[in-house]
Structure formats: structure tokens, C-alpha cells
């Protein structure tokens, strides 16, 4: 949510920052939204003042036996206590009408971000490790994964439909063990804190992330209403909803691996097989708050704890700086790290970390109060995944496949995996 005040200050700048974004100006049609609030607002205030006025003019007529002018001044009252409530009612119309049009409005890019339209502008950062090379042509996860009789979409679709999986034996739980690996790393290693949030939140909660109402057709509701979560970003950055902290307790630093729920509304035709597009998947999150002051600091710790799993893991990768028709609605910045696959024989999106600044902050009404006590601001929010889980053991598997279709077990893995080192087929 942006702030009315600054947008009034600075309309250019703030139309600028849209256009980066390849978006309409904004800023003239919501100071306009504004003046119609600030009016009705005048309006009902100057009405209440009158009434609290006029009540103590009463008092006074009566005082002086002017019954003439008290009974004047009571029927002026009564003129005023019929007509505040419309003036109140159009005040919250006019403030929910400015809420609606803001909140429809992403997050500007901050002035690093490069310019672009779209991932053919993204820019590389860096890059780890490199292409391993292969005496034998190396197959996609799916291949690997049926051929070992452990990964099922047959089964699933007849479960669930399309975008499902049913993993078993081996690979399920290495599925758990790559899940169990990030999170004792992030804990451990990153000082995160684990957190073992609900999967369904009330609607104020994806509207606080900023996930509603841009990306509702992208969600799963149910029939009560609750909204299951496309990431756990949503539940996490929502802890500090609705509270002021004390600046001496920043940053938080939360972390959650749970299963994820996204509709993929618009993903028709986009990577039918396999396990890269699901309706459910698991993930790691790793969300912080934090003073203006610290976070872009903490948005390149995150990404560097990120980058840790994939490089304990022995995955080659690279991360890109999103340019700013790239970015995701709520995000200032992003980085995107890619997995290479080698199956596939392209980068895939692995994470993406993203400072939001107080863009989230204002929706969910969350503040701290400075280490002198005399201010309260506003905090700001960082998300990023750390990292895909699933993803994370379709890049495993193809980068440790075997000529036979096994797969090998990379070393972090293999006391979560009870000490094997390989997975083979099923009998």
C-alpha cells in the first residue's frame, strides 16, 4: 500500500516509477480519489463540531430564559444529528474507495533496479559452479522418476487431477530430507526462527502480503472463506500484523517449511510434466522485518542464506536481478536464483528474494517504535524462498543421475537419509 501523503508530494516521481514498471500514471487520479475524502471528512467533522457547539448553546439560551433561541438551536441539533450519519457514511465510502485504488497499485521499483519489460531484460548478478558434463545424454526428473517407479502422475491425476504428484519410497523421503536439510540450516547456521504456521488465514492476511486482491484467481478458497496459502510468506509476515515493536527486537528473522497452494491460473500449456508447476508443492520461507536502515542489508544476507542450500547441495546455479517490469507486485527489488538442470538443459526459478519496504507494512498496519521511543514507523518486510523444495529434488535428481537411472545422494543429504547414497528402483 502506498502512502497517500508522499503520493500528493510527489506525483512525478511517482508516475515515473510506474512507467518503469510499464503502467499508466496513477498519481492525478488518486489525489483526485483523495480530495473527495479529505472533503467528506471536513464535511463531518465541521458538522460534529457544530453539534458539540450548538449543545453547549443550549445551555446558555436556557441560562438566560431565551426559550426562543434554545428551541431554535435544538431544532438546528436535531438537523445535525439526522445529517451526520450520511456525512460519516461518506467519509468511509470516500476512504474505502482511495483503499481500493491502492491497493490495486504494485510496489515502485527502487532506482537500482534495471529497466525492462521482462525476463529477457533481467540482469546476471553471479553465478556458482558450473555445467557438469555427462557420458551419456541426462534425462528429466520425470523420466528418472517413473523409471524408478517413485514418482506417480497417474495415480495423482486420478486422486487430484492434473499438477499433482504421489511420490513414494525413496524419493518421498528425500523430499523430506532436502525439506529437514534447509530447515537445521536456517536455524542453525542463519539464525532463523522456525515457525509452524496454519495453512488456511482469514482474507486480511494474503491482503496484508499483498496477494489479494491482485492474485485472487491464483488462490484456493474454501467454502468458509479462508484462503490456502500460495506461500508462507503470507502466514509469516503477518506475525507482526497489527503490532507496534520495540526497535531493539528487529530483525526478526522467521523460516517455515509447509506445503503450498497456487490455482497456476494462466499456466495452460506451461511445463505440463513433471513436478516445475504444481497446484501443491512444498516449500522453505524465509521472511524478515526490519528497520528502514537494516533492510537492504538484510536483502543480500538473505540471499546469500539462500545460496548456501544450493551450494551445500553441489547444484550450479546463477542469480539475475529482476528488472522492473519483471518484478512481482509487492517487491522493490528482487534477485531470482536459477537451477541449471542439467535434463532439461535450462535455468529454472529456484528462489526469488525480494525487499517490499513498507509496502506490505502499510496494509498490515505493522510499526515499531525507534530505540528513543519518540517515533513509531512503519517496519519493512523481506521474503524469500530458501528454497523450493520441490524444485530443489528436481535438481538434484538430474544433477546426480546415473547412467543406470539411480540417483546419488549428495553428502548433506546422506544423514537425512539414514546413511544411503543412492536411491535405485523400486524391486
Same mark, same amino acid.
Given at each position: =500500500?502506498h502512502?497517500? !501523503?508522499?503520493?500528493?508530494?510527489?506525483?512525478e516521481? %511517482?508516475?515515473?516509477?510506474?512507467?518503469?514498471? +510499464?503502467l499508466a500514471?496513477e498519481?492525478?487520479?488518486?489525489?483526485e480519489?483523495?480530495?473527495? *475524502?479529505?472533503?467528506?471528512?471536513?464535511k463531518?467533522?465541521?458538522?460534529?463540531?457544530?453539534?458539540?457547539?450548538?449543545?453547549?448553546?443550549?445551555?446558555e439560551?436556557? !441560562?438566560?430564559?431565551?426559550?426562543?433561541?434554545?428551541?431554535?438551536?435544538?431544532?438546528?441539533?436535531?438537523?445535525?444529528?439526522?445529517?451526520i450519519?450520511?456525512?460519516?457514511?461518506?467519509?468511509?465510502?470516500?476512504?474505502?474507495?482511495?483503499?481500493?485504488a491502492?491497493?490495486?497499485i504494485?510496489?515502485?521499483?527502487?532506482?537500482?533496479?534495471?529497466?525492462?519489460?521482462?525476463?529477457?531484460?533481467?540482469?546476471?548478478?553471479?553465478?556458482? +559452479?558450473? !555445467?557438469?558434463? &555427462?557420458?551419456f545424454?541426462?534425462?528429466?526428473?520425470?523420466d528418472l522418476?517413473?523409471?524408478?517407479?517413485?514418482?506417480?502422475?497417474?495415480t495423482?491425476?486420478?486422486?487430484?487431477?492434473a499438477? %499433482?504428484?504421489?511420490?513414494?519410497?525413496?524419493?518421498?523421503? %528425500?523430499?523430506?530430507?532436502? /525439506?529437514?536439510?534447509?530447515?537445521d540450516?536456517?536455524?542453525a547456521?542463519? #539464525? &532463523?526462527?522456525?515457525v509452524?504456521?496454519?495453512?488456511?488465514?482469514?482474507?486480511?492476511?494474503?491482503?496484508?502480503t499483498a496477494?489479494?486482491?491482485k492474485?485472487?484467481?491464483?488462490?484456493?478458497?474454501t *467454502?468458509e472463506?479462508?484462503?490456502l496459502?500460495?506461500?508462507?510468506?503470507?502466514p509469516?509476515?503477518?506475525?507482526? *500484523?497489527e503490532?507496534?515493536?520495540?526497535?531493539?527486537?528487529?530483525?526478526?528473522r522467521?523460516t517455515a517449511c509447509t506445503?503450498?497452494f497456487?490455482?497456476?491460473?494462466?499456466?495452460?500449456?506451461?511445463?505440463?510434466?513433471? =513436478?516445475i508447476?504444481?497446484?501443491?508443492?512444498t !516449500?522453505?520461507?524465509?521472511?524478515?522485518?526490519?528497520?528502514?536502515?537494516?533492510?537492504?542489508?538484510?536483502?543480500?544476507r538473505?540471499?546469500?542464506?539462500?545460496e548456501?542450500?544450493?551450494r551445500?547441495? /553441489?547444484?550450479?546455479?546463477?542469480?539475475?536481478?529482476l528488472?522492473?517490469?519483471? =518484478? /512481482?507486485?509487492?517487491?522493490?527489488?528482487?534477485?531470482?536464483?536459477?537451477?541449471?538442470?542439467?535434463?532439461?538443459?535450462? &535455468?529454472?526459478e529456484?528462489?526469488?528474494?525480494?525487499?517490499?519496504g513498507?509496502?506490505?507494512?502499510?496494509?498490515?498496519?505493522? *510499526?515499531y517504535?525507534?530505540?528513543? #521511543?519518540?517515533?513509531?514507523?512503519h517496519?519493512?518486510?523481506?521474503n524469500?524462498?530458501?528454497?523450493?523444495?520441490?524444485r530443489?529434488l528436481?535438481?538434484?535428481?538430474e544433477? &546426480?543421475q546415473?547412467?543406470?537411472?539411480?540417483?546419488?545422494?549428495?553428502?548433506?543429504?546422506?544423514?537425512y537419509?539414514?546413511?544411503?547414497?543412492?536411491?535405485e528402483r523400486? +524391486?
Open positions: =500500500m502512502d497517500i !501523503k508522499w503520493i500528493r508530494d510527489n506525483p516521481a %511517482f508516475d515515473r516509477a510506474l512507467a518503469r514498471r +510499464g500514471p498519481a492525478s487520479k488518486l489525489i480519489i483523495d480530495e473527495h *475524502r479529505r472533503a467528506a471528512i471536513g463531518a467533522e465541521a458538522a460534529q463540531a457544530r453539534r458539540n457547539a450548538a449543545s453547549k448553546e443550549i445551555g439560551a436556557k !441560562k438566560n430564559k431565551d426559550e426562543a433561541a434554545a428551541q431554535k438551536i435544538l431544532a438546528e441539533v436535531a438537523e445535525l444529528k439526522s445529517a450519519p450520511a456525512l460519516e457514511a461518506e467519509e468511509k465510502k470516500a476512504s474505502k474507495e482511495l483503499e481500493d491502492l491497493a490495486q504494485p510496489n515502485l521499483p527502487l532506482d537500482e533496479v534495471p529497466d525492462g519489460k521482462d525476463a529477457n531484460d533481467n540482469v546476471e548478478h553471479h553465478h556458482f +559452479g558450473a !555445467k557438469r558434463n &555427462y557420458a545424454t541426462p534425462k528429466q526428473h520425470f522418476g517413473e523409471a524408478l517407479g517413485q514418482m506417480d502422475f497417474e495423482a491425476a486420478k486422486l487430484s487431477g499438477r %499433482f504428484v504421489v511420490l513414494k519410497s525413496g524419493l518421498a523421503r %528425500f523430499e523430506r530430507a532436502i /525439506g529437514q536439510f534447509m530447515l540450516l536456517h536455524t547456521a542463519h #539464525g &532463523y526462527t522456525e509452524s504456521p496454519p495453512l488456511l488465514v482469514n482474507e486480511r492476511a494474503p491482503y496484508g496477494n489479494l486482491p492474485s485472487a484467481e491464483d488462490m484456493f478458497c *467454502r472463506g479462508l484462503w496459502i500460495p506461500t508462507a510468506e503470507v509469516l509476515t503477518n506475525l507482526v *500484523r503490532s507496534i515493536l520495540d526497535e531493539a527486537e528487529l530483525p526478526l522467521f506445503p503450498c497456487r490455482a497456476e491460473a494462466g499456466a495452460a500449456g506451461k511445463d505440463t510434466r513433471g =513436478m508447476r504444481q497446484h501443491q508443492f !516449500k522453505v520461507e524465509l521472511v524478515s522485518i526490519t528497520t528502514p536502515e537494516q533492510s537492504k542489508d538484510e536483502h543480500e538473505m540471499l546469500a542464506c539462500a548456501e542450500v544450493l551445500r547441495l /553441489g547444484l550450479h546455479y546463477r542469480v539475475v536481478t528488472c522492473a517490469g519483471d =518484478m /512481482g507486485f509487492a517487491a522493490q527489488k528482487t534477485y531470482d536464483i536459477e537451477v541449471w538442470l542439467p535434463g532439461q538443459g535450462a &535455468y529454472r529456484i528462489s526469488s528474494c525480494s525487499i517490499c513498507d509496502f506490505q507494512a502499510r496494509r498490515m498496519n505493522a *510499526r517504535r525507534t530505540k528513543e #521511543g519518540r517515533q513509531v514507523r517496519v519493512h518486510t523481506l524469500g524462498s530458501g528454497v523450493a523444495v520441490g530443489a528436481i535438481a538434484v535428481m544433477t &546426480y546415473q547412467e543406470s537411472g539411480a540417483i546419488a545422494v549428495p553428502d548433506a543429504l546422506q544423514g537419509m539414514g546413511g544411503l547414497k543412492t536411491i523400486i +524391486g
